[in-house]
């Protein structure tokens, strides 16, 4: 038995399933003080829903929930259906400290004791 679905129908599912899927995503793009949530994340950029996704250009931060994942400078691409990808220019991994500019010693004491 085969069922068929109304356009509607099928347009009202594929809603769902990407609000689903909004709702557990905690990416999040910071531009400035303007925060938006993202789609999808791949290697070369990020999508976001066409209704809420500004007209982003040059460096955003982007966020799982409060971890600072990438820094980056975006062009913004072409629309897709109900999606808007966005491109990197320039993506760099955010790192917790500075890298040191010097090699350090396996065997150095962690702290100072004064005596």
Excluded at 8 to 16: D, F, P, Q
Excluded at 26 to 33: E, I, P, S, T
Excluded at 50 to 66: M, T
Aim: net charge negative; proline share 4%.
């Amino acid at each position: 038995m085969e069922a068929y679905l109304s356009e509607a129908v099928l347009a009202g599912l594929k809603k769902a399933r990407m609000d689903d899927a909004m709702k557990k995503n905690r990416l999040r793009v910071h531009a400035g003080d303007d925060v938006f949530p993202i789609y999808k994340l791949w290697e070369d950029g990020f999508s976001m829903m066409a209704d809420v996704a500004p007209h982003l250009r040059g460096l955003v931060d982007v966020y799982d929930g409060s971890r600072h994942l990438l820094q980056c400078l975006v062009i913004h691409s072409e629309p897709e259906g109900e999606l808007v990808n966005f491109e990197f220019k320039r993506r760099t991994e955010a790192v917790e400290e500075a890298p040191k500019d010097y090699a350090r010693d396996e065997n150095a004491p962690v702290a100072l004791i004064a005596g």
